[in-house]
Nanobody, 118 residues
Framework: QVQLAESGGGLVQPGGSLRLSCVASGSISGSIFGSYTMGWYRQAPGKQRELVASITSGTNTNYADSVKGRATISRDNAKKTVYLQMDSLKPEDTAVYFC????????WGQGTQVTVSS
C-alpha cells in the first residue's frame, strides 16, 4: 500500500504563490516511485475533479490550459515527493488539491485546501 500526504495549502491573496508538496510513504521504494506518473488534481465546490498537472517517470510534464505558465510540477524520487509550484494565483484556483500516484492502481491523498481571496 501507498499513503500520500499533501501539504502546503492555505489562504493566499490573488497574485500570490504557493508550493504544494506530496510525500509518498508505505511499501514503496524510491525506485518504484520514480517509475510511475504522478499528478496533481483539484476539485472546487460543485465541480468535478480535474487534472492540474502531471509528471512522468521521464519528467515529461503536462498542464491544464488554465494553469499553463503559472504552474510547475516537479519530483524528487529520492524523497518520494512531488511538488506543485503555483504562481500568479487567481480566485478560480480555489479548490482542494489532491496528489495522485498511478501505480498498479491509482492512489490518492486526502487533499490540501487552497483558497485564493483578498
Amino acid at each position: 500500500q501507498v499513503q500520500l500526504a499533501e501539504s502546503g495549502g492555505g489562504l493566499v491573496q490573488p497574485g500570490g504563490s504557493l508550493r504544494l508538496s506530496c510525500v509518498a510513504s508505505g511499501s514503496i521504494s524510491g525506485s518504484i516511485f520514480g517509475s510511475y506518473t504522478m499528478g496533481w488534481y483539484r476539485q472546487a465546490p460543485g465541480k468535478q475533479r480535474e487534472l492540474v498537472a502531471s509528471i512522468t517517470s521521464g519528467t515529461n510534464t503536462n498542464y491544464a490550459d488554465s494553469v499553463k505558465g503559472r504552474a510547475t510540477i516537479s519530483r524528487d524520487n529520492a524523497k518520494k515527493t512531488v511538488y506543485l509550484q503555483m504562481d500568479s494565483l487567481k480566485p478560480e484556483d480555489t479548490a482542494v488539491y489532491f496528489c495522485n500516484f498511478q501505480w498498479y492502481r491509482p492512489f490518492w491523498g486526502q487533499g490540501t485546501q487552497v483558497t485564493v481571496s483578498s
